[in-house]
């Protein structure tokens, strides 16, 4: 079992900055692919971004590639997704994920923090 709690969320006007932080307990995260997804009421969850296991391959959805960056530290089992110059369609609720399936492992998923962009 994974437990993953994030925070860092909030309201921010646009352009501005966040960092979201996921903490991961009960087992390893460097056994996950860890990646940030974000949810609008009555759309699907979306994929922001997504991080390997070691931190060396990254990827993003192409509308936050340039403004976004996940980063990881296995040592602390913690996720980060530093977003900068934040637009209003970047509202949402940012949900962290831990995927192992391809180790034999489960996919896990946080409760969630609320980001608002607005003026």
């Known amino acids: 079992q994974v437990q993953l709690v994030e925070s860092g969320g909030g309201l921010v006007q646009p352009g501005g900055s966040l960092r979201l932080s996921c903490a991961a307990s009960?087992?390893?995260?460097?056994?996950?692919?860890m990646s940030w997804y974000r949810q609008v009421p009555g759309n699907e969850r979306e994929l922001v971004a997504a991080i390997s296991r070691a931190g060396g391959t990254t990827n993003y959805a192409d509308s936050v590639k340039g403004r976004f960056t996940i980063s990881r530290d296995n040592g602390k089992n913690a996720v980060y997704l530093q977003m900068n110059n934040l637009k209003v369609e970047d509202t949402a609720v940012y949900f962290c994920n831990a995927d192992g399936t391809d180790l034999g492992f489960s996919v896990y998923w946080g409760q969630g923090t609320q980001v608002i962009v607005s003026a």
């Open positions: 009960g087992s390893p995260s460097a056994r996950y692919v």
